[in-house]
């Protein structure tokens, strides 16, 4: 397979052709902030904590790097005023929608960020879609996805579905940064309970991982 040479923050990398600026920076040990990544799955550019500078060409972009391709002779900065105020809103942002996410508080850190600056409306769940992204392209059961769009935008369990595949499973439990979905996960147990048709479900559910 071919590779790629680029620059970044002044160092030469090296890194296989189709890989992103992330894939680039994090090989070479450069970090790079963001919450709504994970190797193993397709690269989503939700959260923008990844934003970085690109110059190609003689002409400089802001870009998400989790999925902009690294490309020959780019040059990168992922450090600047501009960035670090980027980095720094968006995180002030997300903690006002998760003020306890240790994840996001270790980002605010380094970024000077004012967890008070925005008021607080704690859903506790900063929509990164990992989990609905797991369980989509590694567990091929959609059983946690997006509801409506917007301010009124949601994740959410199906039911019907949680009952029967999410006992013996919960692998994106770990990947959520804000510990929201273990929340979210208890609220479906307790719609299976108020529910006659789905508490056959989870009786047939339970039975069968017996």
């Not at 397979?1 to 052709?17: C, F, N, P, W, Y």
């Not at 870009?63 to 980095?87: E, F, H």
């Not at 380094?110 to 925005?118: I, L, S």
Request: net charge neutral.
């Amino acid at each position: 397979m071919s590779e790629i040479r680029l620059k970044i923050d002044g160092k030469e990398v090296t890194v296989e052709a189709g890989k992103t600026i992330l894939d680039a920076a994090r090989k070479a040990g450069i970090d790079i902030p963001t919450v709504c990544h994970h190797e193993k799955l397709e690269s989503f550019g939700g959260c923008r904590l990844c934003t970085v500078e690109a110059e190609s060409g003689g002409r400089t972009n802001l870009v998400a790097a989790c999925i902009y391709p690294a490309a020959n002779d780019l040059v990168v900065w992922t450090r600047s005023p501009q960035i670090d105020k980027i980095r720094k809103v968006l995180t002030e942002q997300l903690l006002a929608y998760a003020p306890e996410s240790e994840v996001l508080k270790a980002i605010a850190e380094d970024y000077h960020a004012d967890k008070d600056r925005f008021p607080k409306e704690p859903s506790f769940c900063i929509l990164c879609g990992l989990c609905v992204r797991y369980c989509a392209e590694v567990k091929k059961k959609n059983v946690v996805g997006f509801l409506d769009r917007g301010p009124c935008r949601e994740i959410n369990f199906i039911p019907e579905l949680a009952a029967v595949e999410c006992w013996d499973c919960k692998e994106c439990f770990p990947l959520c940064p804000t510990s929201a979905l273990q929340a979210a996960f208890v609220l479906t147990e307790a719609l299976i309970s108020l529910s006659p048709s789905l508490q056959k479900i989870d009786t047939r559910a339970k039975t069968a991982s017996a």
